[in-house]
């Protein structure tokens, strides 16, 4: 397994959460191997924009907003929501070269996305449905990480739950996640990890919140190629549908934000419970455990990669199912933007689906 990631542009990837970003002080982040400052502008728009001041390169996030937009707190120029230079302090003439690049950013449902491919290509519509975060009906914790480990390692983990088992045992894992197999399903750049476990007990923290002694219990991971992915999970008694037990959407925004390092936004809905401060207060605690845990094992995996003198290909058993199919997948993603300048002239195009992969699926035993 190559140490060296390639990333897909031409996608909307979560770069802050809303509260981050502000009208009161500038937010710098690497995303994407890019450095990039966040702001808002005066009448409130979220702003993502290139990192460095076009006069000595000085980062615009050690600056400051101001009423026309951002300042560069070296030597005061300032730069408005689009981009442009609108004020160099000492002359009224505003160099050409003057203009700062700013991404296509769309704020949703708690947080701000942004593209950094083809600007021409980027479709607000095709943000990833998040509701379940600001959505009355639902409650939820949340957790940010920077995790030393590449964002390939963080999709491989989420694809592959059966290290639930060993490594959260005391909290979501138990048993019944590795003893259970997965259904695959593939429809254009969505890949589903499907497990059902029936009859089994709750694990320890579906016990502590729930009360159930023995349930059906579930889990799909909807992967959004390439960058989120929707937990959709639950217990219900045995025999029960889905859609009346105890539920959980887990959202996982997972965006690299260099080489062997890679952001992670976290949210953990439910359905029950709502406005219940004890049970959120148990859930941000098990769940920053869980989240801990997961960084520790990526980053010593990330650091087990590193050290190799040669490209190791991964040994996959069946349950890794989802995870080859993705792999598939974004490969796809990766060709189709590589080649499709070539193809049309373009500076970028949208991805296509995996071609004869429409509707596939794969029962892993």
């Keep these: 397994m190559s140490t060296h990631e390639e990333w897909v542009h031409n996608a909307w990837y979560v770069v802050a959460w809303s509260e981050e970003v502000t009208q009161s002080k500038p937010l710098g982040r690497s995303i994407l191997g890019k450095s990039v400052v966040m702001f808002r502008s005066p009448e409130g728009q979220a702003v993502v924009m290139d990192n460095r001041c076009a006069h000595r390169g000085f980062p615009l996030s050690e600056g400051r907003t101001t009423e026309r937009g951002i300042q560069c707190g070296y030597h005061g120029f300032e730069y408005d929501h689009t981009g442009a230079c609108v004020h160099v302090p000492g002359q009224w003439r505003i160099p050409p ?9 769309v704020e949703s449902h708690r947080w701000v996305w942004a593209w950094f491919g083809d600007p021409e290509v980027a479709d607000p519509s095709t943000v990833p449905d998040t509701h379940w975060m600001d959505d009355p009906e639902w409650d939820r914790v949340t957790h940010t990480r920077l995790i030393g480990c590449s ?6 983990n989420l694809l592959d739950l059966t290290h639930e088992s060993f490594l959260h045992t005391s909290t979501i894992g138990d048993d019944a996640v590795f003893e259970n197999g997965v259904t695959i399903e593939v429809e254009d750049n969505i890949v589903n990890v499907d497990r059902f476990m029936p009859g089994c007990y709750p694990s320890p923290l579906f016990a502590q919140v729930t009360n159930a002694e023995v349930v059906d219990r579930w889990h799909t991971t909807e992967f959004q190629l390439p960058a989120v992915h929707i937990i959709h999970a639950g217990v219900v008694e045995p025999g029960g549908r889905r859609e009346d037990g105890y539920r959980f959407e887990v959202l996982n925004a997972i965006t690299p934000a260099a080489q062997g390092q890679s952001w ?4 953990f809905c439910r359905n029950f419970e709502v406005g219940n401060e004890e049970m959120n207060a148990v859930l941000t605690k098990s769940q920053g455990t869980v989240l801990d845990e997961d960084a520790w094992a990526l980053e010593h995996q990330q650091a087990s990669h590193d050290a190799s003198d040669e490209d190791i290909d991964d040994v996959l058993i069946a349950q890794d199912a989802g995870v080859a ?9 990766l060709d189709t933007e590589w080649t499709a300048p070539e193809q049309d002239g373009s500076s970028g195009s949208q991805q296509a689906p995996l ?5 596939t699926q794969v029962r892993a035993l």
């Design 97 to 105: 070269g003057g203009r700062q690049r700013i991404f296509p950013t």
């Design 151 to 156: 964002a390939g390692l963080l999709n491989d």
């Design 264 to 267: 992670y936004f976290y949210a």
């Design 325 to 333: 199919m993705a792999r598939r997948v974004m490969n796809h993603l």
């Design 355 to 359: 071609a004869g992969a429409d509707t």
